[in-house]
């Protein structure tokens, strides 16, 4: 299946209805959200997949190199080396014991063992925790520079205000102007309120303000957006550690969430990245953004194996309407059918 336009959902029937048909594995057309989010990872499915399922085509049998082969395409997939270990030690017990018959016993096998892998056991999703809390509920969302804060809390925005919440937004990345100019037109286009302070400014004050706002508006949830600046490392910790403390002064459960960006492009980058942050701050879900943008979606599995944190949403393109709620099913079912 070859589209040629990624981010864009407006190719014509005619177009759309010629790539399914060319799909033989389409067997009952797709709604709306279910293609979207196929088109999304179109890269990694005609990537990793596809490389996955040209090594399993033309075998016969399971043997010791087709395993090796496989293995070794799942680590060029940014599945990271310990996760794929672990998958593929579960594997070849499973061969062992003569458990699957045949290369396509084999791909069920993997599609299953991903969709554990992607899954978090004992977490309550972040929509049951929004219902549970008083109002506001505050979200501070952190992340390194250009991993796509900012705009994947536009897209929350749109996502929870859909849903009927008030939600109000806050520029606590204060260093650059632009930054703050950025999430007020956001705001602008949402019609959602933006609370921010001058270029410069404390950080930890606007989120203070931010939640102040909130409970004096009647908001359902307050997202925070802060500043990523990798080269300073340090502070950029201490900085988020103020920010919690803080909020948490003005309203002792804020933060409830702290959600981690994480861009897909930057694979094995994004899992250290995620280290990083886990040792400053207690981060408690993941967005994983640019999906769209990148051949090696094993990367989900990599950040949620080994990070224990359960991805709520991932990003499949610039637009607003680009976020979806993370589903392992759902997500797997797509890379793979
Ligand atoms: N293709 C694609 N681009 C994205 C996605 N999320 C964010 N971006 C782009 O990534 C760039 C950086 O985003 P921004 O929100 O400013 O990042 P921040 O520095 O973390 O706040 C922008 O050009 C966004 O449009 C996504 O899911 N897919
Ligand atoms: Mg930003």
Known sequence: MKLTNWFGKKKDREENKSAEIADSRTEQPADGEEKELREGLEKSRSGFIARMDSLLTFRKEIDPDLLD????????????VGTVQHLFDRLRSDVKRNELKDPQALR?????????????????????KIGAASPPFVILVVGVNGVGKTTTIAKMAHLFKEQGKKVLIAAADTF??????????WGKRLDIPVISHQPGSDPSAVAFDAI???????????IVDTAGRLHTQKNLMEELKKIRRVMGRKLSEAPHETILVLDATTGQNAVSQARLFMEATDVTGIVLTKLDGTAKGGIAAAVVHEMKIPIY??????????LRSFNAEEFVNALFE
């Open 69 to 80: 082969e496989l293995e070794e395409a799942m680590v060029m997939a940014d599945m990271g």
């Open 108 to 128: 069920q096998r993997i599609k299953s063992y991903l969709k554990d892998m992607l899954t978090v056991t004992d977490t309550v999703s972040l929509e049951e």
């Open 176 to 185: 650059r102007a632009a930054a703050i100019d950025q999430l007020q037109q």
């Open 212 to 222: 102040e706002a909130g409970r004096s508006r009647k908001m359902d949830i307050v």
């Open 313 to 322: 949403f991932i990003g499949i393109g610039e637009k607003m309407t680009d």
